[in-house]
């Protein structure tokens, strides 16, 4: 069974701050997400990692993906208020199965 | 373009009663996944629908269901509900296409359910 980790939990840093969020999976994936989740809302997709060493850039946020290591990184650069939201990863195992086994989720909040 | 669209957005039922939740996907897009949110489980998937069959089932007791029509909107149902059935219920839609890597599954606004 596919496990997804991320750690940490909580996260609560300072304005201008760098930070990284990190996802460990089980089982080899062929995809990897990154959804932002503010209070009530519903998930916004952030970055698609698609294969080993990718790496994407949105932003303050960037994000990569280690496929021999199963571990995907979320980096915060500068952090400013509006980032405070939960981010979650999520796995999908099998190309063409559309079934996401997400992380527990971080919760991000920015202190100005 | 318009974006996942789920129905209703808030809904209070009371224990022992079904519920039926509507999700209409981005127009093109052929699957249809549902996942249920809670504070104490996380995000779990529930099934995953393409061109009207269920082709993923998650680890939910038979009281949950759901089906796909021929233009994509799906319907999920939950039967005899209990009160460890509140939760977001997420819809999220996308595009498979054959050979495509980058699938991305886009998520509507939910549907609040809270049972009592």
């Known amino acids: 069974e596919l496990k997804v980790e991320q750690n940490p939990l909580f996260l609560s840093m300072q304005e201008g701050k760098n930070y990284t969020i990190y996802c460990n999976y089980s089982?080899?994936?062929?995809?990897l997400y990154w959804y932002r989740q503010d209070p009530g809302k519903s998930l916004e997709s952030l970055f698609v990692l698609l294969s080993n060493g990718a790496v994407k850039q949105e932003g303050r946020l960037m994000a990569s993906l280690d496929t021999k290591a199963r571990l995907s990184t979320l980096h915060i650069t500068a952090a400013v208020h509006d980032l405070s939201a939960t981010y979650f990863c999520?796995?999908?195992?099998?190309?063409?199965?559309?079934?996401?086994?997400f992380g527990t989720g971080t919760r991000l909040t920015i202190i100005p | 373009k318009a974006g996942v669209t789920q129905t209703p957005r808030y809904l209070i039922k009371t224990r022992g009663q079904q519920v039926t939740l509507s999700c209409s996907p981005i127009s093109g897009h052929r699957s249809v996944s549902w996942y249920q949110q809670t504070p104490g489980q996380g995000l779990q998937f529930l099934f995953e629908?393409?061109?009207?069959?269920?082709?993923n089932k998650g680890n939910f007791p038979g009281r949950f269901s759901g089906r796909q029509f021929s233009n994509s909107r799906s319907e999920m149902n939950v039967s005899t509900l209990e009160l460890g059935d509140s939760a977001l219920y997420l819809c999220?839609?996308?595009?498979?296409?054959?050979?495509?890597?980058?699938?991305?599954?886009?998520f509507g606004q939910g549907t609040r359910l809270t049972v009592v």
């Open positions: 629908y393409f061109s009207e069959t269920q082709r």
């Open positions: 999220a839609s996308s595009l498979v296409l054959a050979g495509a890597q980058n699938t991305e599954a886009f």
């Open positions: 089982t080899t994936s062929d995809r």
């Open positions: 999520a796995v999908d195992i099998n190309f063409g199965n559309e079934k996401l086994t």
